[in-house]
């Protein structure tokens, strides 16, 4: 039998992994939410739901993936065989699949306004709303946009494990941790940036209500890509010297800072021009951000070229690394678990995911009155479902599974590499404590609330 593919190096492992968690989440949901939630006072309950909840199911994850060496659904197979766990198995790698089907919608626009930003189209544009609006809502060039991402995608996939997902994130993380430091550092130099600074950091703690915390504990778990069967497949990759808490640990700091970095760039940006109230979400993003690269930069325009090329190419790093770890953990299932080769099991998941994909791009356009589902879009149905109810269901299952199923032996082993690290054992204590009832019940908590059921 072929040997499996595994990560060549520690530093690749953990860029892959940050590269996973580092995504368009980021770059627009969380500096919204910070500036909505009170600031940093967000930013703290925030930190504690990393912490206790994200954190170790950051590890439970890796746990998983690197005792088993297998794709995510044969894993579950193998540890817990003839049981119901499968689905959860299965449950990962379908995530994983549904989520790049409408996250590539979002990366296709990224990279339409990093062209038109490069060629100066972004500056002469006067109304970004209704721009944004005729673009995403037209048939065919959101459809061609999104195409090409997932061909990048593809491209990077093709090549496996080292040559691929290792090359590619070696390659795209450190670019994109140098934009952000550069962005972070001109967007402090325009004027009247302290006010953004203001908002965003100024601990307002009244604005703490409930819904905000639930808020803070999605957004820790949609960002560090939890449950979406991504981390176990890439931890199905790791070698047996890596520790996997310092992993998680690490890419836990990274994709924090990047967030905070994030809103370090663009609410000083947006303060530094009047007139523009920051608009939350994608609208951020594409409409808010356009605006202020047109008018802060309007008397020196290579500075707004500068910015917006540099800001915009983040963004499609930022997605292209998470697109790269959901297109894996399908991919090598279909390779693994019905025996084809890497370049036609890449090419199924592209085409699949391009067809439904299809779906939910046209749904802001052409398929906008075309809601089959709960009355969603179609983009706003596979953003719910993954979002909404995968992801905490996902949670509660893993956390279930190596808290109360998984042998402890197999934990012990993984957490110190076969004894060759010590770790104190309250940790481990703290560690299943963490995922027997704190995480179950805090992620039970906001699905429930989520789904308005109580
Ligand atoms: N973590 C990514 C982000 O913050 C999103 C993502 C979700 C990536 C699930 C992979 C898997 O944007």
Redesign the pocket.
């Known amino acids: 039998m072929k040997k499996r593919a595994k990560f060549s190096s520690k530093l690749g492992i953990v860029l892959a992994s940050a590269g996973?968690?580092?995504?368009?989440?980021?770059v627009w949901?969380f500096p919204t939410e910070v500036g909505e939630g009170g600031g940093a006072a967000f930013i703290l309950v925030y930190a504690f739901c990393v912490l206790l909840l994200g954190l170790p199911l950051m590890v439970a994850e890796f746990i998983i993936g690197r005792h088993t060496h297998k794709n995510t659904a044969d894993a579950y197979r193998q540890l817990a065989p003839r049981s119901g766990w499968i689905v959860q198995g299965y449950l990962g790698v379908f995530t994983?699949w549904f989520?790049l089907c409408y996250?590539s919608v979002v990366a296709g626009w990224t990279m339409k306004y990093l062209v038109e930003a490069a060629t100066g189209g972004l500056g002469s544009i006067s109304d970004s709303s209704a721009y944004f609006s005729a673009f995403s809502g037209a048939t065919w060039e959101p459809l061609v946009y999104m195409v090409i991402v997932m061909l990048l995608c593809h491209f990077v996939i093709i090549h496996g494990v080292q040559a691929g997902i290792e090359r590619s994130s070696k390659l795209m993380m450190p670019l994109l941790l140098m934009i952000i430091a550069i962005l972070v550092v001109f967007s402090f130099s325009m004027p009247g940036s302290s006010e953004g600074l203001t908002f965003l950091l100024k601990p307002d703690f009244s604005k703490l209500t409930s819904a905000v915390v639930l808020s803070a504990m999605g957004q820790a778990f949609?960002?560090?890509?939890i449950a979406?069967g991504?981390l176990c497949t890439y931890a199905s990759y790791f070698t047996d010297d890596v520790r996997l808490p310092k992993t998680a640990f690490s890419v836990a700091i990274i994709?924090s800072i990047v967030a905070i970095m994030s809103g370090l760039i663009m609410f000083p940006a947006v303060f530094s021009v009047e007139a523009v109230t920051p608009d939350a979400g994608p609208g951020l993003v594409f409409i808010t951000l356009p605006n202020v690269f047109h008018i802060a930069f309007g008397s020196v325009p290579v500075l707004g070229w500068f910015f917006s090329v540099m800001f915009y190419l983040l963004l499609l790093l930022?997605?292209l690394t998470?697109m790269v770890?959901?297109h894996e953990p399908p991919t090598v299932f279909l390779i693994e678990h019905f025996k084809l080769s890497r370049p036609v099991a890449t090419a199924i998941v592209t085409i699949a995911c391009i067809v439904v994909g299809s779906l939910c791009c046209l749904s802001f356009g052409p398929l906008a009155d075309c809601r089959p589902l709960f009355g969603l879009t179609f983009f706003d149905f596979f953003d719910f479902v993954s979002a909404k109810l995968f992801l905490p269901i996902g949670g509660i299952l893993i956390s279930l599974f190596v808290g109360w199923r998984l042998d402890r032996d197999i934990i012990v082993e993984q957490l110190t590499n076969g004894g060759t690290v010590r770790l104190p054992a309250f940790i481990i204590s703290v560690f299943l404590f963490l995922l027997r009832w704190m995480i179950p019940l805090a992620v039970g908590g906001i699905f429930i609330k989520e789904l308005g059921i109580l």
């Open positions: 996973s968690a580092v995504g368009l989440g980021n949901r994983s989520i996250y949609f960002s560090l890509s979406m991504c994709d930022a997605a998470s770890s959901i």
